[in-house]
C-alpha cells in the first residue's frame, strides 16, 4: 500500500467529519499489519468534551473489523497549509497498538509532511504492564 493510496483515503474521509463547532475536519487512514485499511473522521458533539478524533474513530473500525490488531502505518489529514500532528490523547490510543517503530504520517493540502515515530510523539508513553509482576 502506497502513503498516496492512504493520504487519499484520509483526504476523502475527512469531508464526512462532523464538525460543526470548530469547522475543522481531519481525515485518518490507517494500515493494519493484516493488509487492511480502515478510515476514520473527527466527530463532534454539542457536549464538547465528547469529541472523538479522526484517528481513534479509524483504530476503532479497525478494532471492530478485525479485533486484535496492530498498526502498520498511520496517515492524518488536514485540508490545511500545514500539516497537523496527532493530539496527546490519540498518541496514547496509537501507542497501545503499535511497536515502537511505527510511523506517523501527517498531511496536508501543501506538500508539507510530516513524519514522525510515535517514540518521538510520546517518548515516555504510559504503560500497566511496567508496573505489573
Ligand atoms: N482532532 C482530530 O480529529 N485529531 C487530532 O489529532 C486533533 C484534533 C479534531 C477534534 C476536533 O473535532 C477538531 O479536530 C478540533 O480540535
Known amino acids: 500500500m502506497e502513503l498516496s493510496e492512504l493520504k487519499e ?3 476523502s474521509v475527512a469531508m464526512n467529519a462532523y464538525a460543526p463547532y470548530s469547522s475543522f475536519r481531519v481525515g485518518s487512514a490507517i494500515l493494519t499489519k ?75 493540502d501543501t506538500d508539507e509532511v510530516l513524519e514522525t515515530t510515535i517514540k518521538q510523539l510520546l517518548p515516555d508513553a504510559f504503560n500497566l504492564d511496567e508496573f505489573k509482576k
Open 9 to 11: 483515503k484520509a483526504k
Open 34 to 108: 493484516s493488509g487492511n485499511v480502515y478510515v476514520g473522521c473527527n466527530m463532534e458533539n454539542t457536549s464538547y468534551g465528547l469529541t472523538t478524533c479522526a484517528e481513534r474513530n479509524a483504530i476503532a473500525s479497525a478494532i471492530a473489523n478485525e479485533g486484535k490488531i496492530e498498526l502498520d502505518q498511520v496517515v492524518v489529514y488536514t485540508p490545511t497549509a500545514q500539516p497537523a500532528s496527532p493530539c496527546g490523547v490519540c498518541r496514547q490510543v496509537i501507542y497501545e497498538f503499535c511497536g515502537s517503530d511505527i510511523r506517523i504520517h501527517s498531511c496536508c
